[in-house]
């Protein structure tokens, strides 16, 4: 159906007043139209700014880059290409709050994995358990500690990764890197770790995380950034480029900022849309990205820059479903909020910059 701005505007007024239980079929309509609508024209502009980008390169069709394709992180290719990424859990503790974290304003209360374990595919193993593991399981192309801040207690995490390095396991480890020392990071590679994403926006660019990068290229294979594409990390990372391009870093990927219950109240009244209605993002996330990698590709930085977008995202649940065996076209990419927020697209509608796609091609020459 077709759906003008203003109606959509009326109608999500409503909806935000609304139990998810009292809306109906014809009211779920008009707002699978308006969502439609907005992220039409997201994807309209978004397109632009990729026709901007001389050499932008894909990875079979799930997602985009620019840059040295031999410096593309393993680990992006095992979520993307391989049988997945499966994460390890251990450190259910983090020393820094960010607004955009998925666990904001909650940090004091993550259930401990377990004195002495570890949590894989959901399930709670001991170190000693890992060998039985391993001699069951076909073995993954790669695995991702994630949950926190690993470098809270880095030390239990050497012989860990000695053992999926023995077994030819890609692995990567995500940090704030303000814990980092040229010690513990010495001792990751000497363990086998592949690859580390440092989050640098988490400490706002910090000289120090940057500096922690540097050391970090001594010991271990893969170095890059990881972070959540913001209009503050976008300033500050130009403001300090050089110093960054000088650690000799690997890649930077650049995540498409998605909210959930505990962040997206951080960001109310940007301008936001839901991508196949599963991720809501605000819309500035990715065209930053894009912007950021222009630049790089502009600049023929030796490196490889990631858009590591919802669509990226929606072809990461799409490879790990079709690996795992699961019916065609099942995946795990879903909406993370169980009643979606109606008011939080209330400012886009109220935009009188943003127009749905039908007056954007009027204005722009289209049909």
Known sequence: MKISKNDALVWFDFFSQLDEEELSTK?????????????????????????????????DNRTYFVGNEKKFPGG??????????????????????CKFCYNYGE??????????MWEIGGTKFYEKDLDLLLSIYQKPTGIAYVYLEPFMEIEKYYPVIKKFSDAGIHQH?????????????????????????????????????????????????????ETPMTPEFFEKFFEKKQSILDTKLDFINCAELHLNEN??????????????????????????????????DGENWDLA?????????????????????????ASNYACEFPKIPYEVFLPILNDDSFEFLRLLLKYCGGN
């Open 27 to 59: 009211h779920k309509e008009i707002i699978y139209a308006t969502f439609a609508q907005i992220e039409a024209a997201i994807d309209y502009r978004n397109d632009r700014l990729m026709s901007e980008i001389k050499n932008l390169k894909n990875l």
């Open 76 to 97: 992006c290719r095992s979520c993307l290409l391989g049988t997945g990424l499966s994460a390890i859990r251990k450190t259910n503790k983090c020393n820094i709050e």
């Open 107 to 116: 940090l004091e209360d993550i259930p401990p994995i377990g004195e002495g």
């Open 173 to 225: 480890l995500y940090t704030n890197g303000t814990l980092a020392t040229e010690e513990n990071l010495k001792a990751l590679g000497e363990a086998g770790l592949d690859e580390i994403r440092f989050n640098l926006g988490a400490t706002n660019c910090s000289d120090k995380v940057i500096e922690n990068i540097g050391i970090a290229k001594k010991y271990i294979k893969s170095v890059g950034i």
């Open 263 to 296: 962040n997206i109240d951080n960001y109310y009244g940007e301008n936001m849309y839901i991508s196949r209605h599963g991720y809501i993002s605000p819309i500035w996330s990715r065209e930053l990205t894009l912007k950021f990698m222009k630049i790089a």
């Open 305 to 329: 820059v990631h858009d590591c977008s919802n669509y990226t995202k929606f072809a990461r649940g799409l490879n790990l479903s079709s690996k795992s065996g699961m019916w065609f076209g």
